[in-house]
């Protein structure tokens, strides 16, 4: 009877994992600068903590199949560290990475960062797609506030390295509801 019992949890655990809900959010902002510039923001540690209200240090480096560590603040105050893995580093283009919270399919994050030249500067589009047993539990919109204010951050250090072209274009932040995937 015990094997039964266990292995009738084994099953309905295995599936709770297989059809984890998802959820994600998008934004997206115009800068007035290059999109080179705003890769090298992205991709350099050190900047991080300047331009991130969210980001306390960054470690590693920006390549596919590395880790980097990010210590960071969440919505609630806490801080917190992960060492997501890269998946896409294609400069001046794209940025994504992948973070777990434990086991795969408990919380995952696919963290991603699109730069799209459009008029001299650059349309950044940024959000994160989640999946895991714990978006049944965990309201991920809580998220958005600090991708803005990310976003606006990055706008305003990329801008000051090129002055001139700061009033290129249109230069407000706006975010984009996505439905549940």
Known sequence: MFTLLTSAAAIALGAAFATAPRDRFETEIFIAAPPETVWSLLTD??????????MRS???QFRPGQRVCLRMVTPSGREMAFRPLVLV???????????RLGLPRLFDGE?????IAEHGGTRLVHGERFRGLLVWFIDVQQF??????????LRHRAQSQHPG???AG??????K?????
């Open 45 to 54: 540690p050190a900047e991080h903590a300047g331009w991130n209200p969210m």
């Open 58 to 60: 960054v470690e590693g």
């Open 89 to 99: 580093a294609d400069p001046g283009r794209r940025l994504r990475w992948r973070g």
């Open 111 to 115: 963290h991603y960062f699109h730069l």
């Open 144 to 153: 958005r506030p600090g991708f803005e204010a990310a976003n606006e951050g």
């Open 165 to 167: 072209d700061a009033n």
């Open 170 to 175: 249109t230069t407000s932040s706006h975010a």
């Open 177 to 181: 509801p996505i439905a549940a995937a």
